[in-house]
């Protein structure tokens, strides 16, 4: 795949010279989109072409020169601008450095000392837009963060905060970052306990946890340790959760689940006794949809729970068979309990001639299920 070659806009007011200048960047792999010899067309074509980089001379035609226009680039696109200039003085050296470029190459120039600062350049642009992209995204994150949390050094010194947490400051105009975290103490933001156990925890290697109860709720703290490059914490997190809900609400679900445990052990002592039924026990659903059959059934019908879990009962009926048992059986009289005598046929194809009773389990005035219980007939 072909790379699409980096654009550099050339800013030059003496033609042989930028024209020179285009020649060299094109001898080395680059695009000039064009010349410009004043501040104004520096900023028109930069709009219009949008370089990668640009080389901007400092003296130039007309009123604007070219650390002012490069300022007003920098403010308007961002795109990184190197100096190519013959004036190396302190003075318009210190105001170039003023407008952050990304170069300065003193006239005349090596080709090779040109291709190298445009490819830093470029590289340098290229990594602090990434810098900046995961700045706005740890921000932004830690921002949507609905729970107040903030990050200190190593000093202890607060460098960033999410929204809730701003809210929650008494000086609500008071910037917090860049305060103490004896300040977070001392404004009623954080207790004396979480800033001792952050002092205690904050270089540890993982996350520590604990919980207290302020104010009459109850506050679940998570220290997470930040480590640079070379493994040393030198940050840490420190993010609060309101857990009272969930506090309450521990003693309800204790209870809940020896509930679910009791009905568990019910469920397992009802299947044994349906189990245990000579009768045959067929479980569908309100439309005659089979869900469950007991070991009566299969023993007697030799089919497996897959074999008829899912087809209407009425596949089961010998069709010589009057009784109603088809699909339209069972939009009428959902909430009636039905008795008959009915011939089923087996997987084997012997036929069964048995007495039904069918009853509807209702739920809120609505038919859930229905369960079929079968009586063989001795003739």
Not at 19 to 25: E, N
Not at 162 to 186: I, R
Not at 356 to 369: E, G, M, Q
Request: with cysteine; charged share 25%.
């Amino acid at each position: 795949m072909k790379m699409e070659k980096k654009k550099v806009l050339v800013v030059e007011d003496e033609f042989i010279t930028a024209s020179d200048i285009q020649s060299t960047l094109n001898g080395m792999g680059f695009e000039v989109p064009g010349i410009a010899d004043t501040g104004e067309d520096a900023i028109r074509m930069t709009g219009q072409f949008r370089p990668d980089a640009i080389l901007m001379d400092i003296s130039l035609k007309g009123p604007m020169n070219g650390i002012q226009a490069a300022g007003i680039i920098r403010e308007k696109y961002g795109t990184p601008v190197i100096y190519l200039t013959g004036q190396s003085d302190d003075a318009t050296i210190n105001r170039a450095l003023e407008s952050e470029p990304f170069g300065y190459i003193i006239k005349p120039f090596e080709e090779k000392n040109l291709k190298t600062t445009i490819t830093m350049a470029l590289y340098k642009h290229a990594i602090d837009g990434q810098l900046k992209e995961s700045e706005q995204l740890v921000r932004s994150l830690i921002d949507a963060n609905p729970e107040p949390m903030f990050i200190l050094d190593e000093k202890t010194r607060v460098l960033v905060i999410n929204e809730a947490l701003a809210c929650t400051y008494p000086g609500a105009k008071k910037p917090l970052e860049a305060q103490s975290l004896d300040t977070l103490v001392a404004s009623g933001i954080v207790t004396k306990r979480l800033a001792e156990t952050v002092r205690s925890h904050f270089f540890d290697k993982k996350p520590f946890l604990f919980d207290e109860e302020v104010n009459g709720k109850w506050i679940a703290y998570r220290i997470i340790p930040i480590p640079n490059s070379m493994g040393q914490v030198v940050r840490c997190a420190v993010l609060a959760g309101d857990v009272t809900e969930m506090k309450l609400a521990d003693g309800k679900l204790k209870a809940l689940n020896e509930q679910l445990l009791r009905e568990r052990k019910d469920l397992i002592i009802y299947k044994a006794i349906i189990d245990g039924m000579d009768d045959i026990l067929i479980a569908t659903t309100d439309m005659g949809v089979v869900f469950f059959v007991n070991e009566a059934f299969k023993k007697r019908f030799g089919y497996t729970v897959d074999e008829v879990k899912g087809k209407e009962i009425g596949t089961l009926k010998d069709p010589q068979d009057t009784f109603p048992l088809d699909g339209n059986a069972f939009f009428v009289d959902k909430k009636t309990v039905w008795n008959g005598s009915i011939t089923l046929v087996t997987k084997h194809q012997l036929k069964l001639r048995t007495l039904l009773k069918s009853t509807p389990v209702i739920r809120d005035n609505v038919t859930i299920c229905r369960v079929f219980v079968l009586r063989e007939k001795i003739a």
